[in-house]
């Protein structure tokens, strides 16, 4: 388990007595239509094994239990991810090349549009395989075409007790610290970086 954080939006480390494995925290707000976008920023990493992250969205009927050491959301069918060290995307534990690594001090953008189906990922502000999430059905550099009928939420997991993240809903701040150049989304709800 993580000790989590400023409104569960910050992991610090893991709880007495967990040892280092894949963990996955997720959102408490799932959505089944609609378009939504939120952003984690890379805050520590572990020097001996750099970027053991993921961030992504997941089915809310396959996503892990607490405790469930060793289980993050892209193993399963409903599960998708982008990978921290290879900048691959994953799905049902298949990895495919999608965009670039990213590390301490990146900020990965996630996008979702359950309207068409399509998943996007940027990485400082830059949309990764040439991602245009405003392209609806045509989905220009998708990551992927989302299973249809399911309530996704945002799921992001790391693997050592001293990584850290850090989430923006739309609230403007990564923990306690205020996004440097706030802009808001197309309708003018959030602050993101």
């Known amino acids: 388990k993580w000790n989590l954080q400023y409104g569960n939006l910050r992991t610090n480390g893991l709880a ?15 959505a089944s239509s609609g378009k939504y976008y939120f952003e984690m920023k890379v805050t520590g990493v572990n020097t001996g094994d750099l970027n053991n992250f993921i961030v992504g969205i997941v089915d809310a009927e396959q996503m892990g239990y607490a405790g469930d050491n060793g289980k993050f959301s892209t193993n399963e069918s409903r599960g998708y991810g982008y990978r921290a060290q290879t900048g691959k995307v994953e799905n049902n534990g298949v990895e495919n090349v999608y965009g670039n690594s990213w590390t301490v001090g990146d900020i ?5 549009d359950l309207d068409n189906h399509k998943l996007y990922f940027s990485k400082n502000g830059t949309w990764q395989n040439s991602g245009d999430p405003t392209s609806g059905s045509t989905g220009t550099g998708s990551a992927y075409d989302l299973a249809t009928g399911y309530t996704y939420l945002p799921a992001v997991a790391h693997y050592y007790d001293d990584e850290r993240i850090e989430l923006n809903f739309g609230n403007g701040y990564f923990g306690t610290t205020a996004v440097a150049s706030a802009g808001t989304n197309a309708s003018g709800l959030g602050i993101f970086e």
């Open 16 to 30: 007495a007595g967990e040892s280092s494995g894949w963990r996955s925290v997720y959102g408490t707000l799932g």
């Open 108 to 112: 990965v953008g996630c996008a979702f």
